[in-house]
């Protein structure tokens, strides 16, 4: 009899390529299944990868590794006019970061996983009748088919995330000689930001996002607006794809997995991509490994605990910066750049720890943080798990739909 346990991994992006990857070393016998080819695959994201050494692959062009970034820089404005003053700019290194290709990448990964065995199914889509017998014929079922996920669509129960960021980006070419070997980010007095990350001298990958409460009537008009006063190229409508970003922690640690099932959701599909930033490669490929380690010691239902628990940190930090651009306070959130400055850029994102002791060293700026009440609020309500989805119901999703 064969023992060897069989997991099917639905979606095959970023989250479902590193599921596929920890369970086949793990030893399992690992199908993927994948709705779109490869090779035809449309970009859609901003194609920042942090964190990029938990990516088995040499950091070559050929496998999409195009910029291996120096360094992240960060511009705040007091708005989106065209008199509109810088409140702070920071320089943030980037030791583990490159921005791609992300379809070469995915291809590559792809590649190398069919390579040593892994049954890369592309060009299938799994339709939410199906999900269930997969539960049903396989050891493990891994839902790594971002947002909303396929559970949440087989489940109905798609309103489940609290909350989202839309965000549109395209690939462009231009001068981008100011900008390259860096990228740049620009918080303009919004919740959300626009960006420039640079491939080439002559191309990169812009866009814009916006917090649910803050996008404006027409994004289309609003990103071409962005990319104007930021002397960037205007992208075309035809090369623009928009997305929506769940926000997290907007899943309850509980759904993350399904015991009844054996489904374990990972990456977007698991609502964990930043709150703040929109950024969730690494974390969906920290996700997928730790899903990938605890299926091998087959306790999967200490998932949702640890991948909170992870996750934590993370949630609180963005929560807390947050507060000022939500409530319109870009001189102390230029400051806060400035004091950062020469931080790792995954860390201004994922670490606290790290931010706090660089706060630290800037006395005052520290008290206009936390003296706040309402900011000490927010670090409460993290540090005791009072986060929003507690009021969520289920039920279908207002925010499904992402065309423009
Ligand atoms: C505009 C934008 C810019 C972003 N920029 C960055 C960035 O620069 N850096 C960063 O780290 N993060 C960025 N993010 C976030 C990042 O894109 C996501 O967090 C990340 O893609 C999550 O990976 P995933 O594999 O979980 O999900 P996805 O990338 O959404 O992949 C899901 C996969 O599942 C497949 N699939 C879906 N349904 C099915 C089905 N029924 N059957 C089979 N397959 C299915 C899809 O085709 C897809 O390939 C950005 C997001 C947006 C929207």
Not at 117 to 137: K, M, Q, Y
Not at 375 to 385: F, G, K, M, S
Request: charged residues 25%; hydrophobic residues 35%.
């Amino acid at each position: 009899m064969n023992q060897t346990p069989t997991v099917a991994v639905l979606g095959g992006a970023m989250a479902g390529l590193a599921a596929a990857e920890g369970l086949h070393s793990d030893g399992f016998d690992v199908e993927l299944y994948e709705r779109q080819t490869y090779n035809e695959k449309r970009v859609n994201c901003g194609e920042a990868m942090t964190a990029a050494s938990a990516i088995p692959l040499e950091k070559t062009a050929e496998n999409g590794f195009i910029n291996p970034l120096p360094e992240m820089e960060v511009e705040v404005y007091d708005g989106v006019q065209s008199d509109r003053q810088c409140t702070g700019r920071g320089r943030f290194t980037a030791s583990d970061a490159y921005i791609t290709d992300r379809n070469v990448v995915e291809q590559s990964w792809a590649d190398r996983l069919a390579q040593r065995g892994v049954d890369v199914n592309e060009n299938r889509s799994i339709t939410p009748t199906e999900l269930f017998e997969f539960a049903d014929g396989y050891d493990v079922v891994v839902d790594a088919t971002g947002q909303p996920s396929l559970t949440s669509k087989a489940l109905q129960s798609t309103g489940e995330y609290s909350g989202y960021l839309v965000a549109l980006n395209a690939d462009v070419v231009g001068d981008f000689s100011d900008v390259y070997p860096n990228s740049r980010i620009i918080l303009e007095n919004y919740t959300g930001y626009t960006w420039a990350f640079s491939k080439t001298p002559n191309r990169a990958n812009v866009g814009i996002g916006w917090a649910v409460s803050d996008r404006p009537d027409d994004y289309m008009a609003a990103f071409k607006r962005a990319c104007e006063r930021n002397g960037w190229p205007e992208p075309t409508r035809e090369r623009t794809n928009v997305a929506i970003i769940p926000e997290g922690p907007s899943l309850d640690p509980q759904r993350t997995y399904h015991p009844d099932y054996s489904i374990v959701r990972v990456g977007d599909a698991a609502g964990i991509a930043n709150r703040l930033t929109g950024k969730g490669i690494s974390q969906a490929i920290q996700s997928s490994y730790l899903a990938a380690e605890l299926a091998a010691e087959n306790r999967l239902e200490a998932y949702p605990e640890q991948l909170y628990r992870e996750m934590k940190p993370e949630y609180l930090l963005a929560t807390v910066i947050r507060y000022f651009t939500e409530t319109r306070q870009p001189q102390i959130l230029g400051k806060a750049i400035q004091a950062g400055s020469g931080m790792d850029i995954e860390a201004v994102d994922r670490s606290p720890r790290d931010v706090l002791i660089q706060l630290a060293r800037h006395p005052r700026l520290f008290v206009q943080i936390f003296g706040k009440r309402k900011v000490l609020q927010r670090v409460y309500q993290a540090a005791t798990d009072q986060w929003e989805y507690t009021s969520i119901p289920d039920g279908e999703s207002p925010i499904v739909d992402s065309s423009f």
